[in-house]
């Protein structure tokens, strides 16, 4: 079973703060990570995915990812009330099919 | 619209009552899966199909089963539902290979009294 470890939360942090959001994984050779939204009651949705080392920017989102130590993080720039919800970090398994979720950081941002 | 449509959004049932959660998607994707959701434990996969006919156990596999006749359908049945078995229930789809994201359901509030 490939491990992919997040903080519960709750992470809170004040309208237009940066929200930083952290997850690990135990497989050295997983290739594309993927971060996802879920708000309550709702589906996950994709909102980043990376796959090189380095930093990749999307709006107000911004993923790193450091294979070398096995991290990979979400940054929320000027944070909004919308922005509470939950990330799911995900990591294909090592058949590549199947998507493994770490439990999820709930994220509150306050006004 | 490229969608995965699950149905229905809400189920109450009883202990034993067979019942089937449908799942489709119009994106012509191979691969499809069930994930169940629980508080505390994060979405955990069922079952997965990685084309018509090919169906594999995800990590909770027990108490369901599932089918793919067809490459956009992928129905989970629980053939005697258990209280245990109470949770929310997601279908996702995507392209196969592990750059491709993967596209979820509505979700399927499943309660078994």
């Known amino acids: 079973q490939k491990e992919v470890e997040q903080n519960s939360g709750p992470l809170s942090v004040p309208e237009g703060a940066i929200a930083s959001l952290n997850c690990t994984y135990s497989d050295r050779g997983s290739q594309s990570f993927f971060w996802y939204r879920q708000y309550s009651g709702k589906s996950p949705e994709l909102i980043m995915s990376?796959?090189?080392?380095g930093d990749k920017e999307d709006g107000r989102f911004t993923a790193q990812l450091n294979k070398a130590s096995q991290y990979v993080s979400l940054l929320i720039r000027d944070s909004q009330p919308s922005d509470s919800a939950t990330y799911l970090c995900a990591v294909p398994s090592g058949s590549g099919y199947a998507l493994n979720f770490g439990k999820g950081t709930s994220l509150l941002v306050t006004p | 619209e490229a969608q995965v449509t699950q149905n229905p959004r809400y189920l109450i049932t009883v202990t034993g009552k067979k019942l089937t959660v449908t799942c489709s998607q119009n994106?012509?994707?191979?691969?499809m899966s069930w994930y169940r959701q629980d508080p505390g434990l994060g979405l955990r996969q069922i079952y997965y199909?990685?084309?018509?006919?090919?169906?594999d156990k995800g990590d909770v596999p027990e108490g369901y089963k599932v089918s793919r006749k067809e490459k956009r359908n992928f129905p989970l049945i629980l053939e005697s539902p258990s209280p245990n078995q109470t949770s929310l229930y997601f279908c996702a789809s995507s392209l196969m290979g592990n750059e491709n994201q993967a596209f979820f359901g509505q979700g399927t509030r499943l309660t078994v009294v």
């Open positions: 199909s990685m084309n018509v006919e090919v169906t």
């Open positions: 990376i796959y090189s080392n």
């Open positions: 994106m012509n994707h191979e691969y």
